[in-house]
């Protein structure tokens, strides 16, 4: 029997993530939560949660050297999936208030704004619209998941032209005052917006097709 995929959930003070690490071991990860850069880049696979505000999320981040793990993985073909904020560090950065403004991890272009709804935070279940040829969502395209925001990336700015011409990243979008980004699955990182750990049977599935990849 092949050894069970190892997850490390980086822990860099974001919140809450007991509910990360049960929903992985469900699916059959070994997991461990720690801020250690030389397990996080040597694991299987990375998951980056993130809950609140975006530039409290990015300092923590990189106080625990978060962006070079990032980037060492994805600069090897290492999976990472980034949750919630965990998915807007992704970004360029936040219009999101803050006395200390950070810039984002820019591993796609595009800012988070805050979304233009008549109630946010936009809080409970909601359907997406699946990319096409999506793997993180096969057989699960027609569900709802649960999402916790007020911020969105509310624009795709990265064509399949260029270096992306050959694999086009594959975006599922979802709407709350605006259609938003929320998901992307782009060769070795992909993140969702909502939270896959809280989504039931739906959110399992969804992180054990990630889980297989690894």
């Not at 190892?6 to 699916?27: F, H, K, T």
């Not at 999506?134 to 999402?147: C, I, K, Q």
């Amino acid at each position: 029997m092949a050894p069970s995929p190892r997850v490390v959930v980086l822990d860099y003070g974001s919140g809450n993530v007991r509910s990360a690490v049960r929903a992985l071991e469900r699916v059959g990860a070994e997991v461990e939560l720690t801020a250690d850069p030389v397990t996080a880049l040597e694991c299987d696979g990375l998951f980056v949660p993130g809950v609140g505000n975006f530039h409290a999320c990015m300092a923590g981040l990189r106080a625990a050297h978060g962006p070079r793990v990032i980037g060492r993985r994805l600069s090897g073909g290492r999976p990472v999936l980034g949750v919630c904020v965990g998915m807007q560090v992704m970004f360029d950065g936040s219009t999101e208030p803050s006395d200390r403004p950070e810039p984002g991890l820019s591993e796609w272009p595009g800012t988070v704004e805050r979304l233009p709804a008549a109630i946010v935070p936009h809080m409970g279940w909601s359907p997406v619209e699946v990319g096409e040829q999506s793997r993180l969502f096969a057989g699960v395209e027609h569900e709802r998941f649960y999402f916790v925001h007020s911020y969105a990336v509310q624009q795709w700015q990265l064509e399949a032209t260029g270096a992306f011409a050959v694999v086009a990243p594959t975006v599922t979008w979802a709407e709350h005052g605006a259609r938003f980004v929320a998901a992307v699955e782009n060769g070795p990182l992909s993140a969702t917006q909502f939270h896959p750990e809280k989504s039931g049977e739906a959110g399992l599935h969804l992180l054990e097709n990630w889980v297989r990849t690894l």
